[in-house]
């Protein structure tokens, strides 16, 4: 995971942040890998620390950052 040390969320900012991650991996089919989760968990921590804070537009830039990943 990337290096987010320096990121600070309010409560309330987790918590949006908590449902944008949850809504992305249940959009995504089963079996879900960690690497997925993982590489999720990173787009929204780096969309919320640039100040987005609609868990809708989080979920959308976080699927859409999986979608053009390269494959491994």
């Known amino acids: 995971m990337k290096d987010f040390s320096d990121a600070a969320f309010s ?3 987790i918590a949006l942040m908590t449902k944008a991650l949850n ?5 995504l089919p089963e079996p879900v890998s960690s690497t997925h989760v993982n590489l999720l968990a990173e ?3 780096r969309a919320a620390k ?7 537009a989080i979920q959308r830039l976080a699927l859409l950052e ?5 494959r491994m």
Do not use: F, N
Not at 66 to 70: D, E, T, W
């Open 11 to 13: 409560p309330e900012t």
């Open 23 to 27: 809504a992305s991996i249940a959009a």
């Open 43 to 45: 787009a929204v921590l």
């Open 50 to 56: 640039e100040g987005e804070r609609d868990v809708t």
């Open 66 to 70: 999986l979608q053009i990943m390269p």
